[in-house]
């Protein structure tokens, strides 16, 4: 028997990076998926791939920057829900006087706002099945780096993690566990587009001795390590565990 046989999962960005490798984790252990994301070519290509899991693989396409559309997305889905993972995120990374009032609005639209409606709207499905929420955040709500201007990025992360203590202590009475994940950098399709793809060979090697430098384990994460911290605090492996925020970062939040 799976670890997750009979729940289903609710996975935003479940379409690739490290939303997708939390549900081909969740799926080995037996839990049908719901993915949503915005693109559906690449969520009907994600579906397809996962359905070797011999699992039932829902879509939802949803622009989660779009909050007030919410409601009415998730009245279309007919399955309950067990298991929310509140995965997309956005980090716009500038110096304090170049941070627009955009940036400041999507990211606290992406980070913090779009999750916590996401745990309203599901809230009933939740309870009844005393069911659990995991949030991501990241290292960036504790740890600063220098050169890397944070200060909107980092106010979100913060903020995600407060409200993953306050809503464990809030729905802990009611059976629902709230815990959240704060990764380390992890080597996924979005960070290698955005950060390492555009470095000179030089830059690369620099951020390799970094890398070497700041992580105890001496390298950056995998997708799969993280998928693997969700699957723990998604199973009842963790049926204790709420209010935690798991640090999955090779100890980059030691130095």
Same mark, same amino acid.
């Given at each position: 028997?799976?670890?997750?046989?009979?729940?289903?999962?609710?996975?935003?960005?479940?379409?690739?990076?490290?939303?997708?490798? $939390?549900?081909?984790?969740?799926?080995?252990?037996?839990?049908?998926? *719901?993915?949503? %994301?915005?693109?559906?070519?690449?969520?009907?290509?994600?579906?397809?791939?996962?359905?070797?899991?011999? *699992?039932?693989?829902?879509?939802?396409?949803?622009?989660?920057?779009?909050?007030?559309?919410?409601?009415?997305? $998730?009245?279309?889905?007919? *399955?309950? $829900?067990?298991?929310?993972?509140?995965?997309?995120?956005?980090?716009?990374?500038?110096?304090?006087?170049?941070?627009?009032?955009?940036?400041?609005?999507?990211?606290?639209?992406?980070?913090?706002?779009?999750?916590?409606?996401?745990?309203?709207?599901?809230?009933? #499905?939740?309870?009844? %099945?005393?069911? +659990?929420?995991?949030?991501?955040?990241?290292?960036?709500?504790?740890?600063?780096?220098?050169? =890397?201007?944070? #200060?909107?990025?980092?106010?979100?992360?913060?903020?995600?993690?407060?409200? +993953?203590?306050?809503?464990?202590?809030?729905?802990?009475?009611?059976?629902?566990?709230?815990?959240?994940?704060?990764?380390?950098?992890?080597?996924?399709? +979005?960070?290698? =587009?955005?950060?390492?793809?555009?470095? %000179?060979?030089?830059? =690369?090697?620099?951020?390799?001795?970094?890398?070497?430098?700041?992580?105890? $384990?001496?390298?950056?994460?995998?997708?799969?390590?993280?998928?693997?911290?969700?699957?723990?605090?998604?199973?009842?492996?963790? #049926?204790? +565990?709420?209010?935690?925020?798991?640090?999955?970062?090779?100890?980059?939040?030691? =130095?």
């Amino acid at each position: 028997m799976g670890k997750l046989d009979g729940r289903t999962a609710l996975i935003t960005g479940g379409s690739e990076g490290l939303g997708r490798a $939390i549900a081909t984790a969740f799926a080995a252990e037996g839990a049908d998926l *719901v993915l949503l %994301a915005r693109d559906p070519d690449k969520l009907a290509k994600a579906a397809h791939e996962l359905s070797g899991e011999q *699992v039932t693989v829902h879509t939802l396409a949803v622009d989660l920057a779009d909050v007030p559309a919410m409601p009415d997305a $998730i009245a279309r889905l007919d *399955v309950d $829900i067990d298991i929310l993972v509140n995965n997309v995120g956005l980090a716009r990374m500038k110096p304090l006087a170049d941070v627009t009032l955009d940036d400041v609005e999507t990211m606290v639209t992406l980070n913090l706002t779009a999750p916590f409606r996401l745990i309203q709207l599901l809230l009933t #499905s939740l309870v009844a %099945a005393q069911g +659990t929420v995991i949030n991501m955040s990241s290292y960036w709500a504790n740890t600063m780096v220098a050169d =890397r201007p944070s #200060s909107m990025y980092s106010a979100t992360r913060g903020a995600i993690e407060s409200l +993953t203590r306050a809503l464990a202590n809030e729905l802990g009475p009611s059976g629902v566990r709230v815990n959240a994940i704060a990764p380390g950098s992890v080597a996924t399709p +979005t960070f290698d =587009r955005q950060y390492l793809g555009p470095m %000179a060979p030089e830059q =690369r090697t620099d951020y390799e001795r970094y890398v070497r430098r700041a992580y105890p $384990i001496g390298r950056i994460g995998r997708m799969e390590e993280i998928a693997n911290a969700a699957l723990y605090l998604a199973s009842d492996q963790s #049926s204790w +565990t709420t209010g935690a925020v798991l640090q999955v970062d090779g100890g980059l939040a030691l =130095r």
